[in-house]
């Protein structure tokens, strides 16, 4: 198996080299678009560990090319509807600036749902649901690696410890 991990300030995302796959978990926001173009291999899948904008923003961009994608059923209802959940602002400058995103970028692909035996023909990757974040938050694991998104959200420039 081989990881490359990208990482900008909205997000981080990574390349996955399994089982004669490639895949991306996550797809950064719309912003990390050229380092998306960039990639020269076919992506087979596109894993989305929850339906925020920094994790979708490439998904119609990807689907166009022909790479599945699979999101969790409970965060596809909100994406779907073009609503994509998010507790309410706190009023931090990290807060508002999030919610202005969410409200900019209202229009994402269309998304395959998945419940946790959907991913029959990608043996070895796991589904833990780690709701909180969102409702469909989910953690790949592959091997002894686990992609977890947003469920613990480390410090930002705007805070000074890590969020949950």
């Known amino acids: 198996m081989k990881i490359k991990r990208f990482s900008s300030f909205y997000s981080v995302f990574y390349l996955v080299e399994f089982n004669g ?6 797809s950064g ?4 678009r050229k380092k998306i173009s960039a990639l020269k291999e076919k992506l087979d ?3 989305i560990t929850h339906g925020h904008w920094d994790h979708i923003g490439n998904a119609n961009f990807l689907k166009q090319k022909g790479t599945k994608i699979l999101i969790h059923e409970r965060d596809y209802e909100f994406v779907k509807n073009k609503i994509i959940h998010l507790p309410p602002s706190k009023g931090t400058i990290y807060s508002n600036i999030v919610h202005f995103g969410l409200n900019f970028f209202k229009r994402f ?8 035996d959907n991913l029959k023909d990608l043996d070895g990757i796991y589904i833990i649901e780690t709701p909180g974040h969102t409702y469909g938050s989910i953690t790949f694991k592959i091997e002894n690696n686990y992609f977890i998104g947003d469920t613990l959200i480390g410090p930002n420039p705007f805070l000074n410890k890590p969020r949950i």
């Open 109 to 116: 692909a269309d998304f395959e749902p998945f419940e946790k």
């Open 45 to 47: 899948y596109l894993l």
């Open 29 to 32: 926001s719309p912003f990390e």
């Open 21 to 26: 796959k490639k895949i991306l978990i996550d």
